[in-house]
């Protein structure tokens, strides 16, 4: 009984409990495919630096692409949870060409680019349509909880996933790895259709109604304030991340397998952040800890750039700053995500979301390409200081806005604008 009492309240109802398993499964599953994909196109292939490129951006580009017509038909389309059932399945047959094809010895750099872009495109459909079954499936006074719980998921696959995923491409290549990755997404699949929430109808097709994700985002203050902060920090990050492996590896002579364990402490900083963040909302408040998440996360990396003296001394300041930057993202990732789903209304959510997503990501790519042409100019250490203070002051965005000072998640007729 003491045990059960332990377990988390959401995880005792049968349908998250499902959905829930079927996400910890496929994320994990993500992993493998992130490090068996690039090993296929380097080792079997012999893939150079252009054509690793063409690969992330195939990766990348249907976020960019389909966020908002994906997230506008999602809103019109009353069974968003066999649309999601669907693209489990769509992923898990693309990642079973690859080992077919390399059976065969047909196996080439272009399929691998389509794969990649049919996968990235499948997955947008799988989000859009994915808070809106979770509204459906948890009430409001468990948003945070199941924000927690999914996050916790998410942090324990970048804790696991790529050490399988290394274990299986190194006993039977990176080709067939992918083998499980597929398997994850037919078990995701599976525990989907075994719930039946209850889903918001559709909502009917107006004027407007593929950029009223975009104007209710734009128009909406929180989410506004919302939107520039984490826009803010993806660009800085990215500027960041694009540079960091060269830095850590050329100029603080850390080795791959040192980096990877560094890495590894800032999943168990994220398993941290997932577990406790609960407990900071309901001490703080929503808002607060959305604050504290973002500095709680941005702060921390200012550390990267500030080592130096003995390796010793340079990696504690490197696990210091993964593990802690970790648990604030955690933190602002699990208290936005829950103020998101008690904001946005039923009717606009997919489209809010696909909107949020094309904006918020498209930063990506321009970050990375600054930073590296800061980093050729201006040096490596330089742009990361850019970098880590740019993404530091993100927070300025929330200060002025109503976030700092909601203690509780909003009601949609308290925050929401009427949507016309």
């Not at 599953?29 to 196109?41: E, K, N, V």
């Not at 390796?311 to 602002?332: H, Q, T, Y």
């Not at 904006?359 to 980093?375: D, I, W």
């Not at 742009?383 to 993404?391: E, F």
Request: charged share 10%; aromatic share 8%; proline share 6%.
């Amino acid at each position: 009984m003491a045990l059960v009492e332990r377990v988390p309240a959401l995880l005792r109802e049968r349908a998250f409990r499902r959905y829930w398993i079927g996400q910890t499964v496929s994320l994990t599953g993500d992993q493998i495919s992130l490090i068996a994909i690039p090993l296929a196109a380097v080792l079997i292939l012999g893939a150079d630096a252009a054509a690793m490129g063409w690969l992330k951006t195939a990766e990348l580009l249907p976020t960019l692409l389909f966020n908002l017509p994906l997230g506008a038909w999602a809103d019109r389309y009353a069974h968003r949870r066999r649309a999601m059932i669907a693209a489990d399945l769509g992923r898990a047959v693309l990642l079973l060409t690859l080992p077919v094809a390399y059976t065969l010895d047909v196996l080439t750099l272009s399929q691998l680019y389509a794969v990649a872009f049919g996968i990235g495109a499948l997955t947008v459909l799988f989000e859009v349509c994915n808070t809106t079954l979770l509204v459906a499936l948890v009430p409001t006074e468990s948003y945070v909880q199941a924000n927690a719980l999914v996050n916790g998921s998410r942090s324990m696959s970048w804790l696991a996933g790529p050490g399988i995923g290394g274990v299986l491409v190194q006993v039977l290549t990176a080709p067939f790895a992918l083998v499980a990755d597929a398997l994850t997404y037919v078990v995701s699949a599976g525990y989907l259709a075994r719930i039946k929430p209850v889903e918001p109808p559709p909502a009917p097709v107006a004027k407007g109604h593929f950029t009223e994700g975009l104007r209710w985002v734009l128009r909406e203050r929180s989410m506004r304030a919302l939107f520039a902060a984490s826009g803010t920090i993806q660009f800085f990050n990215y500027m960041f991340h694009t540079l960091f492996v060269l830095y850590v590896t050329t100029e603080l002579g850390i080795g791959a397998g040192l980096l990877g364990l560094i890495l590894a402490a800032g999943a168990v900083g994220g398993l941290i952040g997932a577990a406790c963040a609960g407990s900071v909302v309901r001490r703080i408040g929503v808002g607060p800890s959305l604050v504290a998440g973002f500095l709680g996360f941005t702060l921390p990396l200012l550390l990267i750039p500030l080592a130096d003296g003995p390796l010793p001394l340079v990696v504690g300041v490197m696990f210091a700053a993964e593990f802690l930057s970790c648990v604030g993202v955690m933190i602002a990732d699990i208290a936005g995500g829950s103020f998101q789903m008690a904001l946005i209304p039923d009717a606009v959510r997919a489209r809010v979301m696909g909107a949020y997503r094309t904006l918020n990501h498209g930063f990506r790519p321009l970050g990375a390409l600054v930073g590296g042409l800061l980093g050729t100019t201006i040096g490596l250490r330089p742009t990361l200081w850019i970098g880590t203070a740019g993404a530091v002051l993100s927070v300025l965005w929330l200060l002025p806005s109503p976030l700092p000072r909601m203690r509780e998640l909003p009601t949609r007729e308290e925050e929401s604008v009427p949507i016309g």
